[in-house]
Each structure stands twice: as structure tokens, then as C-alpha cells.
């Protein structure tokens, strides 16, 4: 910057020039801006809060998946409102506390959208140790796994039951009769198992065939 020094009786004495290089801070601002993008950009839910558990941060992705509308702001709202109550307890006093002392804690939770609608989500979250005397804060991302454990769910009721009627299977008839087995041990009580069986029902599908058979035996 260009500045002109004048002698006191108003003439023009010399030309100063003044300085300051930005390049450094414009860089650190255009590197906020893509980082500001790219966060944006994620289809996952990132937070920042600080360490006593306000919203520093939200992404327009985490509010979605919460239910919060874009325009609201959501800067010192309390952490413990992104989850269901019977979750937050371990968050609090165990995963938050863990990645606090080592730095990161990861692994499944619950988020709670504002519609009283609880998400599944694979989750992390990182502390972060402040900088030149700045407090530290922790960030949070989670992933919706809600299909994921949908998925899981059709899988482990086909493997545990039956097919065409939908009844409990082999497997998991064994698996619960080793539990009630253990318990009436621990317990010394006493238990009896029944048996059904339907007398004579091949006949059924050699001279009917197998689909009124099938109907028969959801029927039964």
C-alpha cells in the first residue's frame, strides 16, 4: 500500500510504502472453506461439541437424519438430545469418557430423531486436545445402518425358523431348551418338554398333494 508523507508545509515530502503479506491467511481461509464443503458435501452426520456437551456443530446430513429443519440453529443445544435415553447413559459414561482417554471411541449406537424415531448408526468419535491454550472438543460421525440391521434381522428370523409357517425351528427349539435346561438347573426347579406329532400326514400329500398339505399344516 502506497502512502504519501507530506512535509509540514503541506508539500509532498516522499512515498512510504506499506505492507502486510495475507498469503498465509488467505490460504488458511480458502483451506476452512473446502474443509466447510466437504462436510457439508458427506452424506454422513458430523457434529462438533465441547467437552461439557454443547453443539458447537451439525452438518446439514445430521440434521436431516434428525429431523432438524436447515435453517435452524443448533449452536449450544445439548448433546444428549441426538439420543434415546436408555443409550445415553453408556454414551456418557463410557464412550464419550473412552475417546477422551484414548482419543477415540467407535463402534454401534442410536441416534433419536426429533419425531421420536430411533436410527441405528455406526458411529465414532474423536477427541480432540485444544491447541496454544484453547479448550479441546470432540467431533462425532455417524452412518445410518438402519437397512444394514434390517437386513440382519430378515436373516437371523430365516435362520431361526420355519419357512412355510413361519413357527420356530429345530434350531432355535434347541437353542431355547438349553436355556430353560441351564435355568432349571441353577434353580433346581423342574421342567417338561411336549411333544406333537401328526399321525399318518404323508398320506395327506401323496393323495392330495404337498399345497393342501402346506395349507393344512399353517391351518393346524
Known amino acids: 500500500i502506497k502512502v504519501p508523507l507530506f512535509h509540514p508545509d503541506g508539500s509532498r515530502k516522499a512515498m512510504v510504502v506499506v505492507g502486510r503479506d495475507i498469503t498465509e491467511m488467505v490460504k488458511a481461509q480458502n483451506e476452512r472453506q473446502q474443509l466447510s464443503s466437504i462436510l457439508e458435501a458427506t452424506p454422513d452426520f458430523v457434529s462438533i461439541s465441547t467437552l461439557d456437551g454443547r453443539r458447537v456443530y451439525m452438518n446439514q ?9 436447515d435453517e435452524e440453529e443448533v449452536t449450544g443445544l445439548p448433546t444428549f438430545q441426538a439420543y434415546p435415553q436408555w443409550i445415553w447413559g453408556f454414551m456418557r459414561n463410557e464412550a464419550i469418557p473412552f475417546a477422551i482417554e484414548s482419543g477415540m471411541w467407535e463402534g454401534e449406537s442410536t441416534l433419536l430423531s426429533r ?6 448408526v455406526s458411529q465414532v468419535i474423536i477427541a480432540h486436545k485444544g491447541i496454544e491454550g484453547q479448550e479441546g472438543f470432540i467431533s462425532t460421525i455417524a452412518r445410518d445402518i438402519s437397512e444394514r440391521k ?3 434381522e430378515r436373516l437371523l428370523h430365516q435362520s431361526n425358523h420355519d ?3 413361519g413357527l420356530p425351528n429345530r434350531l432355535l ?3 431355547r431348551l438349553g436355556q430353560a435346561l441351564a435355568q432349571a438347573s441353577l434353580t433346581e426347579h423342574l421342567m417338561a418338554v411336549m411333544l406333537l406329532d401328526l399321525n399318518r ?3 395327506i400329500n401323496d393323495t392330495l398333494g404337498h399345497d393342501l398339505g402346506d395349507l393344512l399344516l399353517n391351518a393346524a
Open 61 to 69: 446430513a445430521g440434521k436431516r437424519m434428525l429431523g432438524i429443519p
Open 115 to 120: 419425531d421420536g424415531t430411533e436410527i441405528p
Open 150 to 152: 434390517r437386513f440382519e
Open 163 to 165: 419357512a412355510l409357517s
Open 173 to 175: 427349539f434347541h437353542d
Open 201 to 203: 400326514f404323508k398320506i
